[in-house]
């Protein structure tokens, strides 16, 4: 049975950072996303990892976050991370891991089928 569940959450202050990880159980494919919804808002593609090829891994991020997350798999491990640097307060949301795609490079979240149960971030000003 697949499973993802995240961590790493909690309360900084803007400018701040944190590492979620989402530790997955099974096999999820090669392809991996970061997604995060703030209330009232759709739930938003943040960064996406291609590994479909190990020599030449492939990262997508959102614009609101391009130079400020890395996202990143420790595949020994079967962990994908998302490291948040300078954050500021519109990153409030909470975070979800997803893969099993058949979209792999995709940040809508209905190209994946397997979630996590997510983890709050909240950047306060």
């Known amino acids: 049975q697949v499973r993802l569940v995240e961590s790493g959450g909690g309360s900084v202050q803007a400018g701040g950072s944190l590492r979620l990880s989402c530790v997955v159980s099974?096999?999820?494919?090669?392809?991996m996303a970061w997604f995060r919804q703030a209330p009232g808002k759709e739930r938003e593609g943040v960064a996406v990892?291609?590994?479909?090829?190990?020599?030449?891994?492939?990262?997508t991020y959102a614009d609101s976050v391009k130079g400020r997350f890395t996202i990143s798999r420790d595949n020994a491990k079967n962990i994908l991370y998302l490291q948040m640097n300078s954050l500021k307060p519109e990153d409030t949301a909470m975070y979800y891991c997803?893969?099993?795609?058949?979209?792999?490079?995709?940040?809508?979240?209905?190209?994946?089928?397997?979630w996590g149960q997510g983890t709050q971030v909240t950047v306060s000003s």
């Open positions: 997803a893969g099993n795609t058949y979209y792999c490079g995709s940040k809508r979240a209905d190209s994946y089928a397997r």
């Open positions: 099974g096999y999820i494919g090669k392809c």
């Open positions: 990892l291609d590994s479909n090829i190990s020599t030449n891994i492939r990262t």
